[in-house]
């Protein structure tokens, strides 16, 4: 069965850091580009950020409010994808999803996310 | 950026209606347009990709249209399990852009 669990989550203050683990299983891990979306209590869906394949360096895009604080990263042999977030900031408090990517910027399987809350 | 809009940003229904959310984009977004669901509590589900084109598992009672700027998701024969909050998304463009959501409930 194809299944993505995240990881990671918690409080931490405005500043601080956190990283984030997406463990996927039942599929090719390679094969796949991966996504970060995130969601705000209440509110709707932002992406975040990805990280392409191997075959395509691993090179990575980024939503311009995480840019310089977040960075997405991959460790096929581990099948797990990470989100470092540095420079935390309030507005970040989130349920962050990662999700799979097939082709282009198609998501078929979502994980069921983990809470970052970013509080004094 | 591409803005997603959606319209309504709510609607009722019944059992058994069809209903038919509307989402616009900004600027032309050829076919590259996805829809998802979303329960309370719950992550978001993939319904459509390329506009038109059923996920695997989605039954046929959702469809979708439209190419462009405009594109529609239908549901026909509402159920209770179809009560929840639909999202388009563009993904012609980075980044990629969600519509604000409509909460379909009875």
């Known amino acids: 069965e194809v299944d993505l669990v995240e990881s990671g989550g918690g409080l931490v203050q405005p500043g601080g850091s956190l990283r984030l683990s997406c463990a996927a299983s039942?599929?090719?891990?390679?094969?796949?580009?991966m996504d970060w979306v995130r969601q705000a209590p209440g509110k709707g869906l932002e992406w975040v950020g990805r990280?392409?394949?191997?075959?395509?360096?691993?090179?990575?895009e980024y939503a311009a409010s995480v840019k310089g604080r977040f960075t997405v990263s991959r460790d096929d042999l581990k099948n797990s994808l990470f989100l470092q977030m540095n420079s935390l900031k309030t507005e970040d408090t989130a349920v962050y999803y990662c999700?799979?990517?097939?082709?282009?910027?198609?998501?078929?399987?979502w994980g069921q996310g983990t809470m970052v809350t970013v509080s004094s | 950026d591409v803005q997603m809009t959606q319209s309504p940003s709510s609607l009722s229904a019944s059992v058994g209606d069809r209903v038919t959310i509307t989402c616009r984009a900004s600027?032309?977004?050829?076919?590259?347009l996805a829809w998802f669901q979303q329960k309370p509590g719950k992550a978001p589900k993939s319904l459509i990709y390329?506009?038109?084109s059923l996920q695997d598992g989605v039954p046929p009672k959702f469809s979708g249209s439209g190419s462009g700027t405009d594109f529609t998701l239908t549901i026909s024969g509402l159920q209770p399990e179809d009560f929840a909050t639909y999202y388009c998304?563009?993904?012609?463009?980075?980044?990629?852009?969600f519509g604000p959501g409509t909460k379909v409930d009875i």
């Open positions: 999700a799979r990517s097939p082709t282009g910027g198609i998501f078929d399987i």
């Open positions: 039942g599929f090719t891990f390679s094969d796949y580009y």
């Open positions: 990280i392409r394949r191997k075959v395509n360096s691993d090179t990575t």
């Open positions: 600027q032309g977004i050829s076919s590259s």
């Open positions: 390329a506009a038109s």
């Open positions: 998304q563009q993904y012609k463009n980075y980044p990629f852009t």
